[in-house]
């Protein structure tokens, strides 16, 4: 089965410049989660969706940073405009509802290594 | 609140020899607990889970984890290790009263040496 997928892999942009990053969760899958990855910081959420419906959006680190979910088997992450604090490597996750249990693993994609420079 | 803790950000095993890699959390409710591993340049996968029942579970590539609700411990082992077991190792737990959000370690990075 194909898992989480995510484009493209690395991007390297200047500052100010407009950056989309794409994911396509395994299919069947209602939740699906947008992460950041850094050395000082660790592994952050930034958002979670179910059913398309952004969920949780409290880590998203500021208004330059927006996510969508049009439908169930795509997913962006936009950063306009971009910063060098924004390097980072961005990881698409998705899930099954474990109904009240909530005791389904998440599926990483293989991230999106960002450099802005 | 909810949190996690990896105390050691390092740690470095024989190969061949058991492997421990330390996991303390703090929740509210009722724990589930969660291993994952990364490889470099690769997502985060999943190993092994805690919900309810035996407190010893078996997940992936022979790895198992305790689940110990006295000292509020998930700590990860292999009873041998291998040299293709370094990466990073990654706790996470959830509470049975939350939303489906997971609060993550800071991950643990494990050196098998041969």
């Known amino acids: 089965d194909a898992g989480v997928i995510q484009s493209p892999r690395h991007e390297v942009t200047e500052m100010g410049q407009e950056v989309t990053l794409r994911c396509k969760p395994i299919s069947g899958h209602d939740y699906l989660f947008w992460y950041r990855q850094t050395m000082m910081r660790g592994l952050e959420l930034l958002i979670y969706f179910n059913n398309n419906v952004p969920i949780d959006d409290s880590g998203m680190p500021e208004d330059r940073f927006s996510a969508k979910m049009p439908n169930a088997s795509f997913s962006t992450l936009k950063i306009q405009p971009s910063e060098p604090r924004d390097s980072a490597v961005y990881f698409c996750a998705s899930s099954l509802s474990g109904g009240t249990d909530s005791n389904q693993p998440q599926h990483f994609g293989d991230g999106t290594r960002l450099s802005i420079l | ?114």
């Open chain 2, 1 to 114: 609140a909810q949190s996690v803790a990896q105390p050691e950000d390092q740690v470095n095993v024989a190969e061949g020899n058991p492997l421990t890699v330390k996991c303390t959390y703090s929740v509210s409710g009722n724990p589930y607990l969660f291993w994952y591993v990364q490889y470099p340049n690769r997502g985060l996968q999943f190993l092994l889970k805690y919900i309810t029942g035996d407190n010893l579970v078996k997940g992936s590539y022979g790895f198992e984890a305790e689940f110990n609700k006295s000292q509020t411990s998930f700590h990860l082992k292999k009873p041998s290790a291998l040299v293709s077991d370094s990466a990073l190792y990654f706790c996470a737990v959830r509470d049975s009263f939350s939303n489906y959000q997971l609060i993550w370690g800071a991950g643990t990075k494990l050196i098998i040496k041969p």
